[in-house]
Nanobody, 124 residues
Framework: VQLQASGGGSVQTGGSLRLSCAAS????????VSWFRQAPGKEREFVSG????????GYADSVKGRYIISKDSAKNTVYLQMNGLKVEDTAVYYC??????????????????WGQGTKVTVSS
């Protein structure tokens, strides 16, 4: 499975961006697709995930109510709509896939394939 993340950019506080993660090279039916982010000097952290089959989703507390994850099965693409952006949302955002159960979604070690990352910068 190959993942291509895109959609990052620079916005001001309160703005919105939509990230895309396009998958190729294999079916996603058994996978969960998640977004992680990594700010300079910090560890990679889970942001949100969506199970391809069924569409159940989850969010980190830091983004709950502001971010929305969705998928387009026809395009084999997962989106992350980011609203109400804050300076602390600044990071490189990565998408990744895993087959683990929901309780392990937040562990980056459990992910099999990663996209290349897309940078999000939020300024005040």
């Amino acid at each position: 499975v190959q993942l291509q993340a895109s959609g990052g950019g620079s916005v001001q506080t309160g703005g919105s961006l939509r990230l895309s993660c396009a998958a190729s090279g294999g079916p996603l039916g058994s996978y969960t697709v998640s977004w992680f982010r990594q700010a300079p000097g910090k560890e990679r952290e889970f942001v949100s995930g969506i199970r391809w089959s069924g569409g159940s989703s989850g969010y980190a507390d830091s983004v709950k109510g502001r971010y929305i994850i969705s998928k387009d099965s026809a395009k084999n693409t997962v989106y992350l709509q980011m609203n109400g952006l804050k300076v602390e949302d600044t990071a490189v955002y990565y998408c990744a896939v895993t087959r683990v159960v929901r309780s392990s979604w937040a562990d980056p070690q459990k992910y099999n394939y990663w996209g290349q990352g897309t940078k999000v910068t939020v300024s005040s």
